[in-house]
């Protein structure tokens, strides 16, 4: 379905079912380069068994129209927007990488309509190597080469016959950065993730009860990159939990039923 936002058509996967406000709600949101359809297992589940899904593609890309965010703190003013053009009071949100700072970003602001926060993949600071920055401006397909291989932790998930997860990322970083000529999604993306700073701060504000959803072979976003986020939550008096998961940065994918499990047992709290 397509919801307008301040007059840009957004792009949500609904998981199959018709939208239904009343029901409670998750927002799924995706990281650097990517769009909706890396949450298809985990948003399908959950819309098949109780929950409002809106699994978006961010402005600008795919699907979605209007200005793609340049930093962190613009992607968590849209989720606002998004929540208020849908009629939703209150919403869980789920993100992954460079989505778990808009989904943290976004959950500090909004507060008590944050029901509940998960972070996938995460990390503060989300620091970008230069090298990493220099390619995805100037060499764009090196640097989605890249990004693949240090995303994954196995060519296929296990279990997952004639799956290659690393060529699907490559075709999907392909057409999401095609998806827009007026901006590098990739190098913009790498960006914001890069020079957010707010974290700690964004932590320390969220009333929402919080789940960490980590890689234990993630070499994008390490799990010990995620321990001061661990800590401000914990500090501010939330409801923590640790999930470690096996596999790499994409768990969706790499680890698709443990990472629903996580999810789905932490939104039925």
């Known amino acids: 379905m397509h919801i307008d936002v301040h007059g840009a058509q957004i792009y949500a996967y609904t998981g199959g079912k018709s939208f239904d406000a009343a029901k409670p709600t998750a927002i799924f949101i995706h990281g650097v380069l990517c769009d909706h359809s890396v949450w298809a297992l985990q948003s399908r589940y959950m819309a098949n068994h109780g929950w409002n899904v809106l699994a978006i593609d961010l402005p600008g890309h795919c699907r979605s129209g209007g200005e793609a965010p340049r930093s962190v703190e613009d992607a968590a003013a849209f989720i606002g927007r998004l929540m208020d053009a849908a009629g939703l009071e209150k919403a869980a949100l789920i993100g992954h990488s460079w989505g778990s700072l808009i989904a943290m970003e976004a959950a500090a602001r909004l507060r008590q309509r944050i029901s509940h926060l998960v972070l996938v993949g995460t990390a503060f600071p989300m620091k970008v190597s230069p090298a990493l920055l ?70 320390a504000g969220i009333t929402a009860p919080v789940l960490f959803v980590l890689g234990e072979q993630d070499q994008m976003t390490s799990p010990r990159a995620a321990r001061g986020l661990v800590d401000a939550a914990q500090a501010a008096g939330r409801q923590v939990k640790v999930q470690m998961i096996p596999n790499g940065h994409n768990q969706m994918t790499e680890s698709p039923d443990e990472t629903l499990f996580a999810i789905r047992d932490f939104l039925a709290r």
């Open 134 to 203: 220099d390619s995805a401006l100037n060499t764009p397909e090196k640097a989605i080469a890249m990004v693949n291989t240090f995303s994954r932790a196995t060519l296929s998930p296990p279990g997952g016959a004639g799956s290659w997860v690393y060529g699907a990322g490559m075709a999907l970083g392909r057409r999401v950065l095609a998806s827009n000529a007026d901006t590098n999604l990739l190098h913009a993306g790498f960006v914001a993730c890069d020079r957010y700073a707010g974290g700690e701060a964004a932590m």
